[in-house]
């Protein structure tokens, strides 16, 4: 095995264009470091329908030129077969997006040079953006696909590499098996062209008309009040989420200073991602920093390629009657369900129509407020890939903190017109004297208490979720915090409204638990709901509280049940 592996090793050098991971790759083929060899050579990083994501290093198994360069080719192969747009004699385009992260030029510039010696067209967006600028480029510029360089809110050891169809929204099956299949096709690097010119790089005029489709997301003539303070998490968000806060007339954000430029190395927290432990801390002393007039009326927070948005508010109470104070006494992060619920509600307010839709990970109380306003609503397997193909979609979110307020522009989530939605509300409610926990507190007495959270856990060792899952399949529980489960679905057999996926759902009474295994991080997913009814604002302390209890009695006999 060992001399198997080396020659692997020295085939893979003689091929590598990458003098960084070369020289890696020879130090550990003359150090014969059989474990580090196995490692980046026990298989390939595998395409899926999140594209790729995986550690940067040599390797097959890890993220480098080499890997981004066959997934071009596969990518482009694919592409070929489907033939030139309708109506149209070009060659179709391909435009490509990148973040701020270790390599992402690299990656992006290999891809077009990919693309171009494939016979097709290509455009590289003009420095590192965010996320949703990509996916809003592919449609404004009438693309057959789209790349966007980006391990999101992964470490920063991490890269990834999402791919997104002519209709703006990620892919889904079989297109990533098909491209799959082409990836696996290619012989060998040298079999690739790549020539050194050929492709665009475009100028500021995306950015331009990605920013003046913001104008769409707000109310003419509604209230631009709200103060913000807000961190770019070390990513790309600022100078668009800037520009677009200018354009609409709200404050200027005042920025997180620490974290505002980016910066691949993520220096001030574990994981540059707002839901994670600490990752806020330096926001929050922000705020607590300001006050009389500068005293900001919430947090905002990107994840690094500005997908995503985080929204944190002060959260005082007052004892005597449960109410929200409005001096607060600490921010706290608002979870995704929370922020998911109050753009639904404030959309209702606008008069918006169409299909609201969510992953099934998210709070139902969606499906409330959409039944409530008689709309429809739908629920889609995890991830906007999903949720951006709901058919006539107005507004879909997932409880990661993603939000797609404005389909026709950008269909993915996107950080930073959920950013402007949710200032134009807190905007709104300030001027009727009220925050936004007192509109949470309205839909649940309008709809009940429905309370969410989450038992997630990180593992180095990928079998540990694979046995978690097997325990509760051959041995599941039967019931839940004293809540018998009167219904369970393995979601591989998929259902009448969903694709089979890996993942199990538990129905119990008055409780919905979905567990799943992450599909970008090392993690298995347990996601909680507890739905309390409500009579009037006087009952909700005693709601919450009994919310907080069971929930945290399911968490516990769910991790118990699995072996976690």
């Not at 590289?124 to 360089?149: K, Q, S």
């Not at 997104?164 to 098996?177: E, F, K, M, N």
């Not at 509280?545 to 516990?556: D, F, G, N, Q």
């Amino acid at each position: 095995m060992h001399d198997e592996l080396i020659a692997q090793a020295q085939a893979w050098l003689t091929e590598d264009p990458d003098p960084d991971t070369r020289t890696e790759l020879a130090r550990l083929i003359d150090a014969k470091d059989e474990t580090e060899l196995a490692a980046r050579f026990s298989g390939t990083l595998q395409f899926g329908t999140a594209g790729l994501r995986g550690e940067l290093g040599a390797g097959p198994m890890r993220m480098n030129r080499s890997v981004v360069i066959r997934a071009a080719a596969g990518l482009a192969a694919y592409l070929k077969k489907q033939g030139p747009p309708a109506g149209e004699g070009e060659a179709g385009l391909v435009v490509i997006g990148y973040d701020a992260r270790h390599k992402s030029h690299d990656f992006a510039q290999d891809t077009a040079a990919v693309m171009i010696g494939a016979g097709l067209r290509a455009a590289v967006l003009p420095r590192p953006l965010p996320t949703p600028v990509l996916a809003f480029a592919i449609r404004h510029l009438g693309a057959v696909a789209g790349v966007e360089v980006t391990a999101s809110h992964n470490p920063p050891r991490d890269n990834g590499y999402k791919v997104y169809l002519g209709d703006g929204s990620q892919i889904v099956p079989p297109a990533d098996i098909d491209i799959a299949a082409e990836i696996a096709a290619v012989p060998s690097l040298t079999t690739v062209a790549r020539p050194t010119e050929g492709w665009d790089t475009l100028d500021d005029s995306v950015l331009d008309a990605y920013l003046a489709r913001t104008d769409a997301v707000l109310s003419e003539g509604s209230p631009r009040t709200a103060r913000t303070v807000y961190t770019a998490m070390h990513g790309v968000g600022k100078d668009v989420l800037l520009a677009a806060f200018a354009r609409a007339g709200f404050p200027a954000p005042v920025l997180v200073a620490e974290q505002a430029d980016p910066d691949p190395e993520f220096p001030t927290v574990a994981f540059p991602n707002p839901e994670e432990p600490g990752a806020m801390d330096l926001a929050f002393a922000t705020a607590r920093a300001l006050s009389g007039e500068a005293a900001p009326d919430l947090i905002i927070a990107n994840d690094p390629d500005a997908d995503r948005c985080a929204v944190a508010v002060q959260d005082g109470t007052d004892a005597t009657d449960g109410a929200h104070a409005t001096h607060g006494t600490d921010w706290r992060m608002l979870r995704g369900d929370e922020v998911g619920a109050l753009l639904a509600a404030h959309l209702v307010r606008r008069g918006a129509t169409g299909t609201f839709a969510e992953s099934i990970v998210s709070s139902s109380l969606l499906g409330r407020i959409a039944e409530k306003a008689g709309l429809p609503h739908v629920e889609t397997l995890t991830g906007f890939k999903w949720i951006a193909r709901a058919e006539g979609l107005r507004y879909g979110y997932e409880e990661a903190l993603g939000y797609c307020v404005d389909p026709d522009g950008v269909r993915d989530k996107d950080g930073i017109t959920a950013a402007l939605l949710i200032t134009e509300l807190a905007s709104q409610l300030k001027e009727e004297g009220r925050t936004l926990l007192d509109l949470l507190d309205d839909l649940a007495v309008e709809h009940g208490l429905h309370a969410t959270d989450q038992l997630s856990v990180r593992v180095e060792d990928l079998s540990l979720i694979a046995a978690a899952m097997r325990r509760l399949r051959e041995q599941p529980p039967t019931e839940l915090a004293g809540l018998p489960i009167t219904r369970t679905d393995d979601l591989t057999q998929g259902t009448a409204e969903l694709p089979p996926t890996d993942g199990l759902r538990y129905t119990l009474d008055g409780a919905r638990v979905i567990v799943r295994p992450s599909g970008t991080e090392p993690k298995l997913k347990c996601y909680l709901e507890v739905v309390i009814p409500v009579g009037s604002h006087q009952d909700l302390p005693a709601a919450r509280a009994k919310a907080t209890a069971l929930l945290e009695s399911i968490k516990r006999d769910l991790s118990t049940a699995a072996g976690i």
